[in-house]
């Protein structure tokens, strides 16, 4: 039998088979009375799913981690009996972390630039907007998957297992949505316009093949969004525009389509009696999820996904307005 789908010990990974006690005879860990009556909710999942015994913090930065540098590991440990409503319990940790992260990641470099006229107005747009570009993004990510998981739920309605496996893998990997949050609301989106419009304007136009391309170039906004309070929507935006996050966002779907691709060929071996058989059915489905995703991102124009990524921000900006009122009231 495979020793990756044997229940362990969540503290120290000790084999619990055959335990008559609820606690690891290796490390003294007392095991969930939930978990002893059904010691297969003990297959090694993802850290997030052992938060009782590690701690809500540890588990989520320790999951978060493992998908950005060991993403084969962990997509590796998905075979146990957890149901889909874990990952997404982590999922909706990602949107406060990743507003928390973004901040201190750019907090040195909105400081040191803004220091001179730093008023604390600035410093709450700035926060609110971060905030909001990582809620867009993160909400973004599951949006374009959600039509592909309903689909799935109904085509598995017979393989439960099967069917939280191949969800919780598609859940958890938005993972990556939540590190391109951290890197972009803040930092990222501050380098991609002042130095891309920079180094735009730096190239010589009479090299260019095409100068009229480079002028296009030059007058569209690099920005994710500016914060309202300091100008607002400037310019119109080309009918055919995308925005440079939703190129990131086609790079994010890929690799989870790829992803789930390789883990729905291993979790069909270990829960389907015919495991070739169910991976021609099942592809199908994840690549119109695929499709649908690159899709919504970079051609529709009926959601307008592309647009309310870009803008939130903006979109929200009466709220923020208010918001920024109640505050100053407050102080
Ligand atoms: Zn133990």
């Not at 829960?271 to 199908?284: E, S």
């Not at 900006?317 to 009122?325: C, G, K, Q, R, T």
């Amino acid at each position: 039998m495979d020793v990756a789908s044997l229940p362990c010990c969540p503290r120290c990974d000790h084999i619990l088979v055959g335990i008559t006690q609820p606690r690891c005879p290796e490390c003294g860990t007392p095991i969930a009375p939930a978990d002893f009556a059904d010691l297969g909710r003990l297959v090694p999942g993802p850290p997030w799913e052992r938060r009782r015994y590690i701690g809500r913090f540890r588990a989520f930065w320790a999951t978060a981690l493992l998908f950005l540098f060991r993403p084969r590991r962990a997509l590796s440990r998905l075979q146990g009996a957890a149901r889909t409503q874990e990952a997404v319990s982590y999922w909706l940790w990602t949107f406060p972390a990743a507003w928390v992260s973004a901040l201190l990641l750019y907090a040195p470099i909105f400081l040191s630039r803004n220091w001179k006229w730093l008023r604390w107005e600035i410093m709450v747009d700035e926060v609110l907007a971060a905030g909001i570009r990582c809620c867009a993004l993160i909400l973004a990510g599951m949006f374009v998957w959600l039509p592909m998981l309903v689909l799935l739920d109904a085509a598995l309605w017979r393989n439960r297992r099967l069917f939280h496996v191949l969800a919780r893998g598609a859940v958890y990997s938005m993972s990556w949505w939540f590190w391109a949050a951290v890197l972009f609301a803040g930092a990222g989106n501050w380098l991609v316009d002042t130095q891309l419009n920079k180094l735009l304007w730096m190239l010589p136009d009479e090299y260019m093949p095409d100068p009229e391309w480079l002028h296009r170039l030059r007058s569209y906004g690099w920005t994710w969004g500016n914060a309202p309070l300091r100008g607002g929507l400037a310019g119109g935006v080309p009918a055919q525009y995308v925005p440079w996050i939703c190129w990131v966002g086609t790079l994010l779907v890929t690799l989870q389509a790829i992803a789930t691709g390789a883990l729905t060929r291993k979790a069909s071996r270990q829960h389907c009696q015919d495991p070739l058989r169910a991976n021609r059915r099942l592809m199908p489905y994840l690549c119109f999820g695929w499709l649908l995703a690159v899709y919504l991102l970079l051609v529709d124009r009926h959601v307008q996904l592309r647009f309310h990524l870009q803008f939130p921000v903006e979109q929200l900006h009466s709220p923020m307005v208010w918001l920024v009122e109640q505050i100053r009231e407050a102080l």
